[in-house]
Each structure stands twice: as C-alpha cells, then as structure tokens.
C-alpha cells in the first residue's frame, strides 16, 4: 500500500436479535448510543504515543460502525504492516487489537448502553 494512504478499522456489533424486537426509531438510538460507548471505551486501549489515532476515532452518523482513520491505524490495530511486528508500545495498557480489550472488560457495560439507548 502506498504511504500515506488513508486506512480505517471497522468495528461492528450484531444486534440482529434486539432489531426484530424494537421499533427502527429506538434500533436506532439504541444502536447511536452503543457506538459511542464502544469507542470511548476502545480508545483507552488505543496505542497513544503521540495521541493522533485515539483523536481519528469516530463513529458512523447511524452508529453502524467505529473507526480509527490515520495512514498507520490498520497496522497498529493488527500489530503488523507486513513487514515488522509492533510489540513495544509506549503506553502502557495499549495495543493491537484494541477493540477484543475493550470487549472483555466492557462488554456488560455496552448491552447497559443500548438498552438504555433504546429506553428499556
């Protein structure tokens, strides 16, 4: 891949079960809601050297998905470009696959939100 070139990671929760059951309008709070707690959480096991990828991460306007948008995002997430293996990182706590992390640690907290998103 060329320098330079803009990677995104892409987080997506299933929520399939809880579609069936909610009206689009509060699937759709619910789901908002989720994204936001996802990437406030996710961040905190994001490699921050100099803070740059934490500041990319964004969620989608429909909450459908969380990105991290730098040149270099992929590679830390997976912790290799292809050609050298990340296994130093400066701060500590943080690393590849930050997002599997942050599910083990705040998955109970994430079902809190979208159930409070969608007003149950």
Same mark, same amino acid.
């Given at each position: 891949?060329?320098?330079?070139?803009?990677?995104?990671?892409?987080?997506?929760?299933?929520?399939?079960?809880?579609?069936?059951?909610?009206?689009?309008?509060?699937?759709?709070?619910?789901?908002?809601?989720? !994204?936001?707690?996802?990437?406030?959480?996710? &961040?905190?096991? =994001?490699?921050?050297?100099? %803070? @740059?990828?934490?500041? *990319? $991460?964004?969620?989608?306007?429909?909450?459908?998905?969380?990105?991290?948008?730098?040149?270099? !995002?992929?590679?830390?997430?997976?912790?290799? &470009?292809?050609? =050298?293996?990340?296994?130093? %990182? @400066?701060?500590?706590? *943080? $690393?590849?696959?930050?997002?599997?992390?942050?599910?083990?640690?705040?998955?109970?907290?994430?079902?809190?939100?979208?159930?409070?998103?969608?007003?149950?």
């Amino acid at each position: 891949m060329p320098r330079g070139q803009w990677q995104n990671i892409n987080i997506r929760v299933d929520l399939k079960g809880f579609e069936r059951k909610l009206s689009q309008q509060a699937f759709d709070r619910g789901r908002s809601v989720i !994204a936001d707690q996802v990437l406030a959480d996710s &961040n905190r096991y =994001v490699p921050a050297d100099s %803070y @740059t990828l934490r500041t *990319t $991460g964004h969620v989608n306007a429909d909450g459908s998905a969380v990105h991290w948008r730098t040149p270099y !995002a992929k590679a830390q997430f997976y912790g290799t &470009n292809g050609m =050298v293996v990340f296994r130093n %990182y @400066t701060t500590p706590g *943080t $690393g590849k696959l930050w997002h599997s992390k942050a599910a083990r640690v705040h998955r109970s907290g994430w079902e809190k939100a979208f159930i409070r998103g969608v007003g149950l």
